[in-house]
Antibody, heavy 119, light 110 residues
Framework: EVQLVQSGAEVKKPGESLRISCKGS????????ISWVRQMPGKGLEWMGR????????EYSPSFQGHVTISADKSISTAYLQWSRLKASDTAMYYC????????????WGQGTLVTVSS | QSALTQPASVSGSPGQSITISCTGT?????????VSWYQQHPGKAPKLMIY???NRPSGVSNRFSGSKSDNTASLTISGLQAEDEADYYC??????????FGTGTKVTVL
């Protein structure tokens, strides 16, 4: 069974750093892109960016470029989303999702990681 | 990149058909046949329902269908059931090699 399992919920203070993870299983991890999607409380989905785990090539939405870093460790089939300095406005649910090509649909999705940033 | 425009809410009675629209531009919805639709129940991750405008993944009910005309894509749910009550989002690949989601539509089964 193809699965993406994300790391658990996080509570952080503004200014702190954070890295959340997304582990793929049941398929060849390097053959599919991983995208990250943000969902702020009560709001819609926003595409943040994608990574090709085979060579760690990344592409970002202009809205998120410079604010987050997407990376991957293909040896452990895991992709990451990282912040160096969190803001309260980063409070959201974050999903990872697999896709075969840049234009393929997102399928499946991870279960989501809730990030809460509060002083 | 602005979000694709969807109606905030659509409702219907059990057994009826409803259609959700998703309006973009020639740089996204109108530019490619790479429109997909996702269902999200409260507290759950989104689930793929339609891809490449009108294709259904294995396991998705044939009550769900998709289409596109110019810059507007549509999702139709026929034979509406209580379990279809959820939020629905469209998504499109863009000519800038990015992705954009719709604003989301809450479907209510009366």
């Amino acid at each position: 069974e193809v699965q993406l399992v994300q790391s658990g919920a996080e509570v952080k203070k503004p200014g702190e750093s954070l890295r959340i993870s997304c582990k793929g299983s049941g398929y060849r991890f390097t053959s599919y892109w991983i995208s990250w999607v943000r969902q702020m409380p009560g709001k819609g989905l926003e595409w943040m960016g994608r990574i090709d785990p085979s060579d760690s090539y990344t592409e970002y939405s202009p809205s998120f470029q410079g604010h987050v870093t997407i990376s991957a460790d293909k040896s452990i089939s895991t992709a990451y989303l990282q912040w160096s300095r969190l803001k309260a406005s980063d409070t959201a649910m974050y999903y990872c999702a697999r896709r075969e090509y840049r234009s393929s649909p997102f399928d499946p999705w991870g279960q989501g990681t809730l990030v809460t940033v509060s002083s | 990149q602005s979000a694709l425009t969807q109606p905030a809410s659509v409702s219907g009675s059990p057994g009826q058909s409803i259609t959700i629209s998703c309006t973009g531009t020639s740089s996204d919805v109108g530019g490619y046949n790479y429109v997909s639709w996702y269902q999200q129940h409260p507290g759950k991750a989104p689930k793929l329902m339609i891809y490449d405008v009108s294709n259904r993944p294995s396991g998705v009910s044939n009550r769900f269908s998709g289409s596109k005309s110019d810059n507007t894509a549509s999702l139709t749910i026929s034979g509406l059931q209580a379990e279809d009550e959820a939020d629905y989002y469209c998504s499109s690949y863009t000519t800038s090699s990015t992705d954009v989601f719709g604003t989301g539509t809450k479907v209510t089964v009366l």
